[in-house]
């Protein structure tokens, strides 16, 4: 397959209390973990679309909230509540990125959200109910899989290689990691007296897993598709129907929906609730997806101590938006002995064609709330990203989670005789199948 622009990330010396952001300041090659500035990373990106062979390669500071505090500091006492909201929340600023560039009107409901959850942090009743469906409803925990045949295929002809093992988001309820953030979501939703809730999905995934929250919890739900993502996905579509949502289908792409369905919130801000799929959109949305999605990496962290005593030496994940990728990193951000991969979509090549390589080709922008890097034209237009987006060891990865598994051929042949890799499988691939038989790759 064509893919896929590759993102290491060499953690830094403290816990990044946000959503990674990486910034693509070309510099020189410095292979390694050095000179790593304070809560700073070292990025380092291949191009291995079949179409185009250059690597280019980049060293960048990861940009931080002022709200940090060493993972030493984290263990070294116990944290109050209102450090604990600091570290986990912070003010949405991470340098430069994320904040909340919105309308005046909108102010006011956004920092309604985020008092309730600062207050859901610490609300035991909140925290015993999500618990209890992430357990019975999405069918946590999931398993930490080793990919046995996997693990054989990219050992050397001495025998040796890295050990691979999955993180099966794809067996979660709804088929994808999206289930954590969205009935965490609806919860908050149906706490502060919502209705309603509207949502934008790409892939459907999110769609599927916020129609189905609503469901079990008593919520409208109208979700916004953009038109040829309705035509690619609409096995999804039909499941979102079933579960009582109503889909908008949009004249365009995901940027599209995600606009009409801001717009239709803000004009209901009183009954209706916008739930955000990806870590993405004005603060307290990016913190909160964070926050539902780490439970991927608390899991990992756990699964791995028990399965082989330490923790994992790499993370790889896709990265779409963010949400998977950042769900299994964040609990790790502050170890610097793990490796995080995330790699994104290079569609078609970085420099002949349409890609989805937000964050190696994209520039700063404000987009939807929040700076951050964007596939933009030189008027600053938002363009669309190309990914399809979309047999070995049984399973049926979604394409999206394939990017991921595919640069294991990249990757495995540098790693040492035992190396413990975690893969996120982020969702199943039901969704493609029809794609993935029409396609001519
Ligand atoms: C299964 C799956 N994995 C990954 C993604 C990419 O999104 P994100 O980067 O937010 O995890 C999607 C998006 O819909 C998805 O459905």
Redesign the pocket.
């Given at each position: 397959m064509a893919c896929g622009t590759i993102k290491t990330l060499f953690t830094s010396h403290k816990v990044c209390s946000a959503p990674c952001h990486w910034s693509t300041t070309a510099k020189t090659r410095r292979p390694g973990r050095d000179s790593v500035a304070i809560c700073g990373a070292r990025v380092v990106d291949g191009n291995t679309s079949t179409t185009n062979s250059t690597t280019t390669v980049k060293e960048v500071p990861l940009e931080t909230s002022p709200f940090t505090l060493s993972r030493s500091l984290t263990k070294s006492r116990t944290l109050t509540h209102h450090d604990q909201e600091r570290v986990l929340i912070g003010n949405g600023k991470f340098g430069r990125f994320g904040g909340k560039f919105v309308p005046e009107t909108l102010v006011a409901c956004l920092n309604d959200l985020e008092a309730e959850f600062r207050s859901v942090l610490h609300d035991t009743q909140f925290q015993v109910e999500l618990e209890t469906a992430l357990r019975d409803y999405v069918g946590r925990e999931t398993p930490l899989y080793l990919a046995e045949r996997l693990t054989e295929h990219y050992k050397s002809s001495s025998g040796e290689g890295p050990e691979i093992y999955l993180k099966r988001?794809?067996l979660t309820h709804g088929?994808?990691?999206?289930m954590n953030n969205a009935i965490a979501q609806a919860m908050i939703a149906r706490r502060m007296g919502r209705t309603s809730v509207v949502a934008a999905?790409?892939?459907?995934?999110?769609g599927v897993a916020t129609a189905a929250a609503c469901a079990k919890l008593s919520l409208e739900c109208t979700i916004f598709m953009g038109t040829k993502d309705t035509e690619k996905q609409s096995s999804n579509v039909l499941l979102m129907k079933l579960l009582g949502a109503q889909v908008i289908t949009v004249e365009g792409n995901f940027k599209d929906a995600s606009s009409e369905a801001m717009r239709n919130w803000a004009n209901n801000l009183e009954t209706s609730y916008y739930l955000p799929?990806?870590?993405?959109g004005p603060h307290p949305c990016p913190s909160m997806?964070r926050e539902f999605?780490s439970v991927i990496g608390k899991e990992t962290r756990k699964q791995a101590m028990e399965k082989w005593g330490r923790k994992p030496d790499v993370l790889v994940?896709?990265?779409?938006?963010?949400?998977?990728?950042?769900?299994l990193f964040h609990e790790f951000i502050g170890d610097e002995d793990v490796r995080l991969i995330g790699v994104e979509g290079a569609g078609t090549g970085l420099d002949s064609g349409p890609h989805s390589a937000t964050l190696a080709r994209g520039e700063v922008g404000v987009y939807h709330g929040a700076m951050s890097y964007l596939l933009q034209d030189n008027d600053g237009q938002i363009l669309g990203p190309h990914s399809i987006?979309v047999g070995l060891e049984g399973i049926f990865?979604?394409?999206?989670?394939s990017h991921a598994l595919a640069y294991l051929n990249k990757l495995c042949p540098t790693l040492l005789n035992g190396t413990k890799v975690v893969v996120?499988c982020?969702?199943?691939?039901d969704?493609d199948a029809a794609i993935v038989f029409n396609s001519s790759l």
């Open positions: 988001e794809d088929g994808a990691h999206k999905t790409g892939a459907g995934q999110h799929g990806t870590v993405v997806v999605q994940a896709c990265v779409g938006s963010g949400s998977n990728a950042l769900g987006g990865p979604a394409l999206e989670a996120n982020s969702g199943r691939g969704k």
